[in-house]
């Protein structure tokens, strides 16, 4: 553990790192490390180590200090990013961990994932980050109805008449627009364009919204949601009003043909996604069923879920842990998931009391199935 030499690295697309050893004892080793970003103001990362190549990486590392907003186990919350670099701190007292000064293990560090989201009532929008086990951040409150943001930090709002790209929430004036009726979901794509569902259309509009790249239409469709695959070129269309999740090509050869319908019985589903880094398994919030839907398009089969475990020794469900009206659905790459929910519930008193004994703990499935 004496002698280190400065890393670099990518944690996703939009941060990267610069890490280095800022003092070593026999007992701990203090890191700095300089998150840059564009796109957040903190990001949550993962630490690991091993001491062989032939080794699985260890999860157990003893972390005692940061100026990060919080610690849990090996897992680091809230490092402070910006487009110049911010500093943060991490000591990791590796002596608890059967390491000797003078050993060089190897690191590995991985983000972990965060998810905004954009609520809009009564003229009034705001967007929270959602991260950890149960942490929400709240970035803005704004008038305007904002569905998601851009591969460059940009807005994208909707109103009943335009879809507007803005730089920041509170500019009166957008960077890019383009009148729509109605729109109510769009995505911008590695390319730089921007896909938007409208009434029974899904539109596909150059990075200043003046040129039409491709459509699809079908009557009755009403698209609610989009995900995209840059990696196949096909598109995931939720509709809420055929009740049904479809798979479409999208690309400059194939545009619009359909690969696959949903045969899952679903009321008024709210969103589709693909797995992270894996196409061939979808997960859908099957919204008015109060369920998650799992698809294996390899294996051709949905697995039904109705709550989440409180903990590894739950026996519910309970009431407090039933899924209501799942909104918004992902599946992680290893093999969590985020849900969120479209609505708050009121529960009565006893009704906490009857979990709170398991409640007070979380696990790998807690929330995240």
Known sequence: MSTW????????????????????????IDFDIMMFSDAWDYADIYFEYRQDPRETWKQDAIMVS????????????GMGCSKYGT??????????NHLFYGN?????????????????????????????????DLYEIS??????????????CVTGTTLDIYDELDDLAPVYTVALTNPVFAIQINNGNYIVAYGNIVIEYNSA??????????ANLSPVYLDYSE????????????????????????SGTIIWDS??????PQSATYKQNDCTKIIISDTNNDRIVKYDKTEGTYTYLYNYMLNSQDVGPYEISMFNKPFRSFWYEDDNLCVIEKNGRELNRNTIESSSSSSSSSSSSSSLV
């Open 263 to 268: 045969s899952a019985i679903l009321e008024s």
């Open 143 to 156: 008038n305007k109805q904002c569905v998601g943001i851009d591969n460059y930090n940009r807005y994208i």
């Open 66 to 77: 940061s100026n990060a907003k919080y610690l849990n186990g090996n897992k680091i919350y």
């Open 104 to 136: 060089v293990p190897e690191i590995r560090i991985t983000i972990l994932p965060r998810i905004r989201v954009y609520n809009y009532f009564n003229g009034c929008g705001n967007i929270a980050s959602l991260y950890g086990e149960a942490f929400v």
């Open 5 to 28: 030499s400065t890393i670099y690295g990518s944690l996703q697309g939009d941060i990267s790192y610069q890490l280095r050893s800022s003092h070593v004892t026999t007992e701990y």
């Open 87 to 96: 500093l943060n701190t991490l000591r990791w007292k590796y002596s608890e």
């Open 231 to 254: 990696a196949n070129e096909t598109l995931l269309i939720t509709s809420e009003t055929l009740d049904i999740v479809r798979e479409i090509t999208w690309s400059a050869i194939d």
């Open 209 to 218: 919204l003046s040129v039409v790249i491709r459509s699809y239409t079908d």
